[in-house]
Structure formats: structure tokens, C-alpha cells
């Protein structure tokens, strides 16, 4: 089993991209469901955390601004990690994510070990 | 109450009181000494009583005796005295003057303290829930035999190896502090959490023992409320909990003593009074930010005191496991949870979620799967049944299978 790190992102910026109030509540539930069914296979590697959701960004001339992030259009709406057997393993897990409902997507990350 | 049953309740709820209080002053390490003085009082009642009748006050008669040979021994023994806690030389001049505190503020408190010491992470599990059973709650070790199915030797081996060992950790007995009791109160309240299974799961046929564990359980519970620092949410929580599962006590075995199933049971025989104090103790767990796992547990098992199937009451409970899960993995509440996901999103969903969890050396999970099964695919289902019934031990979950089984095969 690896540690895989899944970041679920999404346009929160854009007044057309977001979820009706009905969706949005119909999703709190997919979303608890998600979860349970990943901790409910001992799947979970950390205990959930919430995130902020403006956030802020420090530019490369060391600027900082307030999320989101201008220039993918999309910000990170939380994370999670897991564990998996592999990346197949991890993509099918991500697969059930609900912000996929959202019209986000699922970054996938395993975690690797410092070298030596 | 008849004569006759008046020592052993005595012997129940003042035993553990007068051994708390000499526990704490004489220290763990003659926690022998503090036994054999309440055992000699409770003898001495035995012999006295019998003979020239019951005193006006019984327990005043108890305290008195055991102040009188709580002094006495301090007396005969100098070298104990010698060794004994500074408190005793510090509050009187000499051991004449001793007089041991039976109030009820010094009772109060030695067995909160008591609790804690009892209740250490640095003693096994087991040991420290028959520690309780016997200081905390007064049980012997007959009683306690009968409740594991084993016999004397062995709980009273097991008991002295825990004493030993709190002994060798030279812990003294006395109140937790805040931060003690931040550190320490998860603990205590897992031990206590598991003496209550102990008797509300005990395959022991006889049913009063496993409901004075029970109530002995809640007892320890409600006196950590009654203290101001241990007055906790999730206290009330656990309590809460405790009350929801003791009220369906009447309806969970039949006259034989085999289990009847929730969706089995006559809810008219469900114990109202309990459930009233369960939402109560649950109204006042929802105090404070944090969310225990008995916040959880509480919340599933209110929703159960509703016997009507609702959209609302499963997608309750559903949620309530997922977030419990969430909390800490245990495989009995993925279990539950799949269980919980069928009645919101149906048997096919469910069933794609059970084969995820891979249990495959539990029973309860080819149950599950039998249970989902049925309707579904029913020789599936019995296959099912069959593999849970390899792999249970009891009987009286064979019991259980075994009645799913003819079913199924009526139906195929």
C-alpha cells in the first residue's frame, strides 16, 4: 500500500461554472458517501481536513495575492490523502469523487519517499 | 427488602465506597490491607446480624466498624504506620485521634480517583475492565468468572497480576488534575465503554449479572458527571448512548435467552424512561465543538429508538457511520455502514460497496452479503449464508445464520 494524495479542483470563480443550491446540497451527501465508502476499505492515510477556500498565492517576485489562482482558473476545493495499491487502484478510488459531478477534476499524486 | 438480601446489596454498593477511601489513604500499595478490612467489616456484619438481629442504621453500623478497624490496625501495626502516606500524619497528631472521612464529598471523590488509577493505559485492557468490575464496582470474583465463561483461578489470577503491576508502577491514588484528566479521560472512558459491552455482548446466559454490569457501567459513567471536570460532552455522550442501548434490554433475547434481532423485536417492550434520559444526556453531549466517537454512536442509536423505516432516519444513520468511520476504521462499522447504504441507495449499490471490503475472515461480512443478496440473487445469498456459517464460532450466531439459511432454501 502507497500514500496517494488526490486534490479535487474546480472553477469556484466563474458565476456559469458553479452548482444550482439543489445540486450543491445533493452534493454534501455524495461527498460524506465518498468518504465513508474510502474509509469504510481502512483507505483513509490522514484524518480529514477542511480547507479554506480563498486561500492565498505568493507570485515568483514574491507577491502575495489573494486566491484563487488566475491563471488555471481553477482552485483547489480540498484534498484528500489515501491509501492504494497503485495509481489503478487510486484512479478507481477517484473515479467516485464527486467533483468529477461538479465538473472539477481529480489530480493523483503518490507519495514517494526521500531518496537515500 | 427481605433480610436476607441486605448483605449482598450492602455488600455491592458499600463495599467499593469504603475500599476507595482506604485506597487513596493508604496508597496502592497496600491495597490488600484496604480489602481485607472491608472484608473483615462485611464479615463481621455477617456474624453480628445473624445472631442479635439487624442494627436501625445497617450502613452506618458498616462505617463505624471499618473506621474502628481502620484505627485498630494502624495501631497494631507501627511499621505501617510508619510507612503510610504522609496525609494520615499530617492531618492527626496521633492514630487515637484518626478518624477515617466516610463522608460523602470524601467518597465522591476517592472513587473518581479511583477510576483513574484503575482505568491505566500501562495495564492491559482486560485487566484494567476486571479492575473495575471488582474495586469500582463491587463484584467478586465468582461473578465475574461467570460473566467470561471461565472459572475463579483465572480471574483471580488475572486480578492480582494487574494489582501487582499498579503496585510496581507505585501510581498514587489521588484526584486528576485538569490536564490529567484531559490526557487521561479517552482512556477511562474506553474501559468503561467496555466493561458495559461486557455485559450487554456477554454470551453468559444469565441475564441479571449482565445487566448489573450494565447498570454498574452507567453508574461509573454518571459519576464522572457528577464531577465538575469530568462533567464532559462526550461523557454525556457515552452516557446517552449507554441508555439508548440498555432500553431495548427487555426485547433484545427471548425466554430461552437467544438474541431476537432488531427488526424482530416488540417495541412495546422498549424502555421509554431510558430512551427519555438517553435524548437527554444526548441534548447536553452537544455542548462544546468537539465530536467523539460516542457523539456518533449516540446519534446511531437514537435514530434506532425509532423503529419505522424513514428516508430520513437511514440517511441519518448512513451519514453518522460515514462520519464515524472517518473518525477511526473498525470493521464491524464498515459493516453497519454498507448496511446503512443499502436501505438509502439500495441493495446494488450496497452490495458494489460491500466487495470492497474484502472482510473475508469475518462472518458478519458473508452475513451482510448474504442479507443483501437476498432478493437480489438468492442462491447467491445462501452461498453467502453458508461461508458466514463456516466461519462463526458462537452459537448463538449460528443460531442466527442457520435460521437465514432455511429461509433462503424455502425460497430457492
Known sequence: MNDFLLIFRRDFTNKEAQPSPEELQNSISAWQNWFGGIAAQNKLARPLQRWDISGKVVKADKHVINGPFVEIKESIGGLVIIKAESYEDAVEIAQGCPILELGGNVEIRMASEPEG | ?412
Open chain 2, 1 to 412: 427488602m427481605k433480610d436476607q438480601e441486605l448483605i449482598p446489596n450492602l455488600f455491592r454498593t458499600e463495599y467499593r465506597k469504603i475500599v476507595s477511601v482506604l485506597c487513596r489513604l493508604f496508597g496502592m500499595a497496600h491495597i490488600e490491607i484496604a480489602e481485607d478490612i472491608v472484608s473483615d467489616t462485611f464479615l463481621a456484619a455477617t456474624e453480628i446480624w445473624s445472631t442479635k438481629g439487624l442494627p436501625d442504621n445497617p450502613r452506618a453500623w458498616l462505617y463505624t466498624v471499618a473506621k474502628n478497624k481502620t484505627k485498630n490496625y494502624l495501631k497494631r501495626d507501627s511499621l505501617f504506620q510508619q510507612k503510610l502516606s504522609p496525609e494520615i500524619q499530617y492531618h492527626t497528631a496521633n492514630t487515637e485521634e484518626f478518624e477515617l472521612d466516610l463522608s460523602v464529598k470524601n467518597i465522591g471523590d476517592s472513587q473518581l480517583a479511583m477510576i483513574f488509577t484503575v482505568c491505566n493505559p500501562q495495564i492491559s485492557t482486560e485487566a484494567q475492565v476486571a479492575l473495575a468490575l471488582n474495586l469500582l464496582c463491587g463484584f467478586g470474583i465468582q461473578e465475574i468468572a461467570d460473566a467470561y465463561l471461565t472459572n475463579k483461578e483465572v480471574v483471580y489470577k488475572r486480578l492480582n497480576r494487574a494489582k501487582e503491576k499498579l503496585k510496581e508502577l507505585n501510581i498514587s491514588i489521588q484526584q486528576p488534575s485538569l490536564n490529567e484528566i484531559n490526557l487521561r479521560i479517552d482512556n477511562v472512558l474506553t474501559t468503561l465503554y467496555l466493561l458495559f459491552s461486557e455485559g450487554y455482548y456477554s454470551t453468559t446466559q444469565n441475564t441479571t449479572l449482565r445487566r448489573d454490569f450494565c447498570t454498574e457501567a452507567m453508574r461509573l459513567v454518571y459519576m464522572l458527571r457528577e464531577h465538575a471536570h469530568t462533567n464532559l460532552p462526550k461523557v454525556n455522550a457515552l452516557l446517552s448512548l449507554m441508555c439508548f442501548h440498555t432500553s431495548r434490554f427487555d426485547a433484545r433475547s427471548d425466554q430461552n435467552g437467544e438474541a431476537i434481532l432488531y427488526q424482530d423485536q416488540d417495541e412495546s417492550l422498549w424502555n421509554m424512561e431510558l430512551i427519555d434520559q438517553g435524548k437527554y444526556y444526548l441534548g447536553l453531549s452537544a455542548a462544546g465543538a468537539q465530536l467523539s466517537k460516542y457523539h456518533l454512536e449516540a446519534g446511531i442509536a437514537y435514530w434506532h429508538t425509532y423503529k419505522e423505516d424513514t428516508t430520513e432516519k437511514w440517511e441519518q444513520i448512513l451519514q453518522l457511520y460515514n462520519n464515524l468511520l472517518i473518525l477511526e476504521y473498525s470493521p464491524i462499522v464498515a459493516l453497519n455502514r454498507t448496511f446503512a447504504l443499502a436501505k438509502v441507495n439500495g441493495k446494488t449499490a450496497a452490495i458494489a460497496e460491500a466487495e470492497k471490503l474484502k472482510l473475508t475472515d469475518n462472518h458478519f461480512y458473508y452475513s451482510l452479503l448474504g442479507n443483501l443478496y437476498t432478493d437480489v440473487d438468492n442462491a447467491l445469498a445462501l452461498k453467502h449464508y453458508e461461508q458466514a456459517m463456516d466461519l462463526a464460532v458462537s452459537t448463538a450466531d449460528k443460531l442466527t445464520i442457520s435460521k437465514h439459511i432455511q429461509q433462503l432454501e424455502k425460497l430457492i
